[in-house]
């Protein structure tokens, strides 16, 4: 399933792309999360705990979420995977960053493929195209939230 | 003589405990130390199971035991219909699976624990890694070279192939030098029976007695504790299965499946009660489907309009295991069909039966029936289309004529009894035909579309002469019994090997009864549902119950009658031949005052202080009926819709069914059973249909994404009956379970084609909703239709 979307930054490229890598920002935005662990042994990686409150389905997500590819400022991968109530949910993100045409604000833009598989597929797919958008905004304004103060 | 019961519409004694919470079912029942059960399942549709760990489930709250495949000591869930000369191979379907699952929803573990609610928090704690596999969801698709393999014995996933046939060379012939033929590809989308109540199960092991109680949502109990004791081990005679009170099956309570078992070998291995209830998103998983044919069908005919050949090839989807009657259904129950109500000359059915990374299909309300009958009506109006002829005029062309006693269709079937032609006169007798052609005709040159479908169709039901049973490989036979007995003091037990679920025979049997004996018909008691209190049956299934079942109590019955008779001799001091009858009451031939009441006669034999030489005390029989034939009910049915061009809305705006179930024991329900199939046949037509992802996913999983039909969609039904009795019956009847979903599906959609003929629409994958009759008729504008 593709998925896209775009959120626009009050921020210059080079902070959004500090915010964007901070772990502790992204463990506060992460919506619904109980928790974001790195795992040992590797780098950009994390488990998390996600509660999920969907009609049918709510109840807590075991994840695992990779940074990879980063190219600073520009782009990077995100790559989601997770299972819980006798689902399993997988997905990877390409996220880019572009500047406006003063630099004041940043353009992100985000083009994902999704699967979703087992109890979930049988309302998620329904749900999927305007809940993911959604939480994706609620993550990125959270993010927002995190930006430094303007000078 | 008060009005006779037999025939009138007395309201149904099973719905006071129905509708006011009193009724039993499965999932009703708590017993002490009893444990719940929740099955794992797979979120794949197909894949490689690399690991399971349970370790963290084993430690969760509340819960008593956690089993995999590995730790299971079960026979593999076979299939009981077995269709000959089809090559049909019948894979492993273990319990739970161990090496590959191959549906979403397949089992891979359970749970047991003190609580359903906490065994469902374990249930997520077990660690499945699967290695995923590519999946193959469409049944024409999976028979394709390159298509994922479910079994490696099972060529490109074929299961079986069978054909039947008038004789090949007729059938190539009569196409060869047909005046016209018309063509097909018919979908018939998978549905979801849906059941009111999903499906449950409480197991009960007493260790002492070494017994095995099995309370089971299950249309045929009897069967469930065949299929059971091979599964499980436990001999018949100490497994006693209980279909309590059942909310619906439509066929979907026919199978037994792996949950029964792991629930009977849980509750053998840990000493106490295991209880599994499905929820309503399992029941969608796992519970079989119905229907799922993709379907190659043609039809040759003279440029007159006497058709002269039909044949189909049909790819029926089985899902991923082959269900208890799975093959049966999509070939004896459906290529036997394709004559319909015509007299057609030459007829071949071919069928694959398919495998694919999907819920298992099996029958489903008509079972075969319906998928016949659509093609065949579909092809007849399509003929109609292609000939410029009206389709009443070419379907009165084709009719089988009036029957009494037998008539042999191309493809070896013999009807019992059939007056067509009456059917339709009644029912175009409700309906001004010609009125409505022109009204359709003076609506389109307003830009409204109004259109309909006539079918005339006739179906084989009340399954069935046991011996048939067994050359067409069903492992069972069909026939039925029932016990009559009268207590001392008057009243009436029947008990019946049937499990009735909803159709309302506690009540219709009673009537049976008290037409038969002449006792008020609330003496009478029907007791059915239970392995240990009722003698052996096949089931409800097939509108079945009461050509068959309903024989074996009458006989029973008439038996009963007799020595009541011979009873009543012997204490009116008359010779038996004397004896005349009358409304419960056994009188000297010219002498009505010398009478004795059939009660008083029973209390007599039972007491037997005084019988006559040679009789048994007591007052009781049983009957064994193995029907000679299958009844066929037929009928006509018109469909009256408009479509909304705009928006692409089919609005059902009349529904007339004029039925013949030959003679009808209570009107009331016969009108509410076909009240029931009518929705579910037209739900197919608008609305219903299972939608799974090219990976398998089921993606309508719930009741917010599967779209049943509502009240709101239908007009008030107009229902009309001719009475042709069948001629090997008893009583005459035949079964109307089904005739309703059979004849409805194809009336609604051919008014839709009728209606969007100005638009050059042949053709539309049900269900018909109103963004795929939009987009229809958009492509035909933009093609250049009107």
């Known amino acids: 399933m593709q998925l896209s979307g775009t959120y626009t930054f009050n921020a210059d490229q080079q902070t959004v792309w500090k915010l964007l890598m901070d772990p502790q920002a992204i463990a506060k935005a992460l919506p619904n999360a109980q928790s974001m662990t790195p795992i040992e042994g590797e780098t950009d990686a994390w488990r998390v705990i996600v509660k999920l409150n969907l009609p049918v389905i709510n109840g807590a997500f075991n994840g695992i979420i990779r940074m990879s590819e980063q190219v600073e400022p520009d782009h990077y991968r995100l790559t989601v995977s997770g299972e819980g109530q006798q689902s399993v949910i997988g997905g990877t993100a390409l996220i880019t960053l572009t500047p ?19 109890k979930l597929a049988g309302i998620g797919q329904r749900l999927a195209g305007s809940v993911a958008p959604m939480m994706a905004n609620q993550f990125f304004n959270a993010m927002a939230k995190q930006l430094p103060a303007r000078p | 003589m008060a009005t006779r019961i037999f025939g009138s519409g007395i309201k149904r004694r099973e719905d006071p405990r129905l509708i006011t919470g009193k009724a039993r079912y499965t999932d009703d029942f708590q017993m002490a130390g009893m444990v719940h059960m929740v099955v794992v399942r797979s979120p794949h549709a197909h894949a490689r199971i690399t690991s399971i760990d349970t370790s963290a489930a084993r430690g969760a709250p509340g819960v008593v035991a956690v089993f995999t495949g590995h730790d299971l000591k079960l026979g593999a869930i076979p299939c009981a219909w077995l269709v000959p000369g089809s090559d049909l191979k019948v894979p492993a379907h273990p319990a739970l699976a161990t090496e590959t699952v191959r549906y979403v929803g397949d089992g891979v573990a359970m749970i047991i624990a003190t609580d359903r609610y906490l065994a469902q928090d374990a249930a997520d704690l077990v660690q499945v890694t699967y290695e995923v596999l590519p999946a193959v969801v469409n049944p024409e698709t999976s028979t394709k070279e390159g298509s994922p393999q479910l079994f490696p014995e099972i060529a490109n996933n074929v299961a079986f192939h069978w054909v039947a046939s008038s004789g090949d060379d007729g059938v190539n012939q009569a196409f060869a030098e047909a005046e016209v033929v018309v063509k097909e590809r018919i979908v018939q989308q998978r549905l979801l029976p849906t059941a009111m109540e999903p499906r449950a199960v409480l197991a009960q092991w007493d260790k002492y007695a070494e017994e095995l109680t099995v309370y089971s949502t299950t249309q045929n109990p009897h069967i469930a504790r065949f299929i059971l004791s091979g599964v499980t081990g436990v001999p018949e005679h100490k497994l006693r299965v209980i279909a309590p009170e059942v909310g619906g099956g439509f066929g979907s309570k026919i199978p037994v499946y792996a949950d029964e078992a792991l629930a009977a070998w849980a509750s053998m291995k840990l000493g106490v009660p295991v209880k599994w209830a499905e929820t309503r998103s399992e029941n969608y998983q796992v519970t079989i489907h119905g229907r799922d044919h993709v379907e190659y069908v043609e039809m040759a005919a003279t440029k007159e309009g006497k058709v002269t050949a039909i044949r189909g090839t049909v790819y029926a989807g089985l899902g991923a295991y082959i269900s208890t009657a799975a093959p049966g259904v999509p070939t004896i129950l459906h290529g036997l069909m394709y004559s319909g109500a015509y007299a057609i000359p030459h007829i071949r059915a071919e069928t694959f039966g398919v495998l694919t990374n999907t819920t298992p299909v099996d029958a489903y309300r008509g079972a075969g029936r319906p998928e016949a009958t659509f ?135 009673a009537q049976i009864i008290a037409d038969e004996l002449g006792v008020p018909v609330d003496d009478v008691e029907i007791a059915h549902g239970d392995t240990n209190r009722s003698p052996m049956g096949w089931g409800s299934y097939g509108s079945r119950t009461t050509p068959v079942g309903g024989a074996a109590l009458v006989t029973a019955a008439r038996k009963i009658k007799e020595k009541a008779r011979a009873m009543a001799a012997h204490l009116l001091e008359a010779a038996t031949e004397d004896i005349e009858y009358g409304d419960g009451k056994f009188f000297v031939r010219g002498a009505p005052d010398r009478f004795k009441s059939i009660q008083e006669a029973a209390l007599m034999a039972t007491l037997a202080w005084n019988l006559p030489a040679g009789m048994e005390p007591g007052m009781e029989a049983s009957a064994f009926y193995d029907p000679p034939n299958f009844v066929y009910p037929f009928g006509t049915h018109i469909a009256v819709v408009e479509v909304n061009p705009a928006t692409g809305q089919v609005d059902l705006q009349r529904y007339i069914a004029v039925d013949d179930c030959g003679p009808q024991i209570n009107p009331m329900i016969v009108e509410g059973q076909i009240h029931g199939g009518l929705v579910q046949g037209i739900g197919q037509v608008l609305c219903e249909g299972v939608v799974y992802d090219d990976q398998g996913q089921l ?59 100005p638009f050059g629409i042949e053709q539309m994958e049900m269900p018909l909703t109103a963004p795929r009759v939009w987009k229809a008729i958009q492509d035909a504008r933009a093609k250049g239709g009107q």
């Not at chain 2, 830009?447 to 169709?457: C, D, Q, S």
């Open chain 1, 100 to 118: 406006d045409a003063g630099g004041a604000k940043t353009l992100l833009k985000w083009v994902a493929d999704a699967n979703i598989s087992g």
């Open chain 2, 375 to 509: 093609l065949v009506e579909r092809l007849m109006d399509r003929l109609a289309h292609t000939l410029n002829m009206d389709p009443v005029a070419l379907r009165r062309k084709n009719l089988i004529p009036p029957f009494e006693n037998g008539y042999t269709v191309a493809i070896g079937l013999t009807y019992d009894s059939g007056n067509y032609e009456a059917a339709l006169a009644k029912a175009l007798g409700m309906f001004d035909y010609e009125g409505f052609r022109r009204e359709q005709a003076a609506a389109r040159q307003q830009g409204r579309y109004l259109g309909i479908g006539v079918t005339t169709y006739s179906e084989c039901c009340g399954l069935g002469p046991s011996q048939v049973a067994g050359a067409v490989g069903f492992q069972g036979g069909l026939w039925e019994s029932a016990i009559v007995r009268f207590s001392p003091a008057g009243k009436v037990q029947a008990l019946i090997g049937a499990s009735p679920h909803g159709q309302g025979e506690e009540t219709t049997f």
């Open chain 2, 699 to 757: 993606l309508t999983g719930t009741m917010m994404d599967y779209a049943m039909p509502r009240a709101d969609m239908f007009p008030t039904f107009e229902i009309e009956s001719t009475v042709t009795p069948s001629p090997h019956h008893p009583i005459g009847v035949k079964g109307v379970g089904e005739t309703g979903a059979i004849a409805s599906t194809p009336t609604v959609y051919n008014a839709v084609i009728d209606a969007l003929q």
